[in-house]
């Protein structure tokens, strides 16, 4: 017995042992969740990695106090992490936010207003170094410490940063797109299993990582990647695509640049204009850019919303030119030539900008006439009514009036820009029409028949004015002919319907007063009182009328009416000046007198 004692004693001091063989439990990190939630809440979402890198590096500040892992006091004595130090996961958790805080200062100065300069993309390529070799060996130590899928995550998040890395680099795109294919594979075949979410994650970063694929594809050439196509890809959102929208931003400018060189003057109702600033070029380039695309053959294909999206980039090139125009004419000096040059840009240029905020505020137009007659649909959009069509009918009279004494000053004028300013005024009285139609359509929902007819029949003139006007110009707009005969005869429709709906309402006057005089009581005992909707829940009944009559929801009484309620007691002494209290002299302390005071009183 003491011998089988001894043995079991010395297998358990014996390092050797069983016991320390057994296989040590495997972390595991959900790297891509991880590191989506901790994006969109701390500044991604809207781009801001300034926000995000600062989270970073507070989280690592917690994470090395926690884990007790702290660099000195005093002096700075750097610790390394391998293998032997990671005994729990939180071990793990900072190797990567090491990489994500890298990562995120290098994609901070990608986002400089001006972009980085020689030596800020110096220090950027740095920090995307730092971050490659973060996420090596964050990719090292979860394949010893971690399962497999962790190892797996762990393995594409380091080839996304290494593609990411010789991206920005501009070379060895062969190595860039292996990398990226590499990390795609991955997320595609983690995207088959774990719950939905993890799946819907992994199917965003396959999305954002296909762009970059392409344009890697398209650098080494084996594809035939179109500048338009490039174009809408860079239109998709998500972190991982900010460094390549960069990279084509800084790819299409320098571009522009080489273009800018041809573009020596431009041209507008006969007139040239001769563009000697090099800034000024680039941004009337991307401004006819833009318009290509508003214009050519895969417009009718384009979404309203993308068409003001465009429209709002447009204006800032425009505006961006004439900003350099204005500062040229205010270093011009005394070169009158020159002035009277820059002068006429200024005017061109303030003209097309003009003609693009017309377009827009007719699109705006049409969006608003598809929602005037359709209720409320699935997505809760909001219903157009006619006095939101009146305001953008003035916005449109005033653009074409601006526009018209824009291009009517000065002192020589062009028949081309004489021809521009009468087309100016036929838009106008088109303009006029089509407001006094919407504003009669107001008035007819508030139940002016008079107002509404009146307006109906004084529409109907004026759109029979502007259409006789168009007619007769040789070079009028066919869409503006048609839309002038649609409201002519949309105008005698209505004016005939408010007509005969105000006739039946002067009929039924009478009839209607008499009912009302009859159900009169002066007790008021007869009145049908509406009850609100917590007063009749067991009835189905809308509490809330109709969008397009004024009157007040009856959901609850507010300010509630007054209730009775239990007052406190208020207790009335009556009986205390009628009380005989007993007399307390002989409790009371008496005063002890001297020898000589007995005498004395």
Not at 50 to 65: G, I, N
Not at 376 to 394: F, G, Q, S, W
Request: aromatic share 8%; with cysteine; hydrophobic share 35%.
């Amino acid at each position: 017995m003491a011998k089988v004692n001894e043995v079991t004693a010395m297998e358990v001091d014996d390092p050797n042992s069983n016991v320390s063989d057994q296989i040590s439990p495997k972390f595991s990190i959900n790297v891509l969740q991880l590191l989506k939630s901790a994006q969109m809440q701390h500044g991604l979402r809207h781009g801001d990695y300034a926000r995000y890198r600062r989270y970073c590096t507070a989280r690592l500040r917690r994470l090395y106090k926690s884990l007790k892992f702290t660099h000195g006091r005093g002096k700075y004595t750097r610790k390394a992490i391998s293998e032997s130090t990671v005994t729990e996961v939180r071990f793990l958790h900072l190797v990567l936010y090491m990489a994500e805080r890298a990562w995120s200062h290098a994609m901070e100065k990608r986002q400089l207003p001006d972009g980085p300069n020689a030596r800020q993309r110096n220090y950027l390529i740095g920090r995307l170094r730092k971050a490659v070799k973060w996420a090596d060996l964050f990719s090292h130590l979860c394949s010893v410490k971690g399962d497999s899928r962790t190892s797996l995550e762990a393995e594409a998040y380091a080839s996304y940063m290494k593609g990411n890395l010789l991206f920005e680099q501009d070379k060895n795109w062969d190595t860039a797109l292996r990398n990226f294919k590499s990390a795609r594979a991955v997320y595609e075949e983690l995207g088959k299993y774990g719950d939905v979410e993890n799946q819907v994650l992994c199917r965003e970063r396959v999305e954002e990582l296909e762009p970059s694929i392409r344009y890697c594809l398209h650098k080494i050439g084996g594809s035939n990647l179109q500048t338009s196509e490039l174009l809408q890809i860079g239109e998709m959102e998500g972190p991982a695509l900010d460094l390549f929208k960069s990279k084509l931003e800084a790819v299409m400018a320098e571009a522009r640049s080489q273009q800018a060189a041809s573009l020596t003057e431009f041209q507008w109702l006969g007139n040239r204009f001769p563009i000697t600033n090099a800034k000024t070029r680039v941004a009337i380039l991307k401004a006819q850019e833009l318009e290509k695309d508003l214009r050519g053959p895969s417009a009718d294909s384009l979404s309203s919303e993308k068409k003001l999206v465009i429209f709002d980039k447009v204006f800032t090139a425009y505006h961006e030119a004439r900003s350099c125009i204005r500062s040229d004419l205010a270093n011009a000096g005394n070169a009158e030539n020159v002035k009277d040059d820059l002068h006429g840009l200024d005017k061109a240029v303030s003209a097309v900008l003009g003609q693009r905020t017309i377009e827009r505020n007719q699109l705006l137009v049409s969006i608003a006439k598809s929602k005037l007659t359709r209720r409320r649909d699935d997505k809760n959009e909001k219903v157009t009514k006619p006095e939101e069509l009146v305001r953008l009918y003035d916005l449109l009279l005033q653009n074409t009036s601006d526009l018209s004494d824009l291009v009517s000053s000065g002192r020589d004028r062009k028949p081309e820009e004489v021809t521009f300013a009468e087309e100016c005024q036929l838009k106008s009285l088109a303009f006029r029409a089509q407001r006094c139609f919407y504003l009669a359509r107001s008035y007819s929902l508030a139940g002016k028949r008079a107002e509404a007819y009146a307006l109906y029949c004084h529409a109907r003139s004026l759109a029979e004015n502007a259409l006789q006007k168009f007619q007769t110009n040789s070079n009028s707009d066919q869409v503006m002919i048609k839309e002038l005969k649609t409201l002519h005869n949309e105008c005698r429709s209505y004016s005939c319907i408010e007509h005969a709906t105000g006739i039946i309402e002067e009929e039924k006057a009478p009839e209607n007063l008499s009912k009302k005089i009859s159900n009169i009581s002066l007790s008021g005992a007869d009145k049908k009182v509406e009850k609100y909707l917590l007063e009749k829940l067991d009835l189905y009944e809308s509490a809330i009328s109709d969008s397009n009559v004024k009157s007040v929801p009856r959901i609850e009484r507010f300010p509630p009416a007054f209730q009775s309620i239990a007052r406190n007691p208020i207790v009335l002494d009556l009986a205390f000046n009628a009380i005989d209290f007993p007399s307390l002299e002989n409790r009371m302390k008496k005063d002890k007198k001297g020898f000589i005071s007995r005498f004395w009183g």
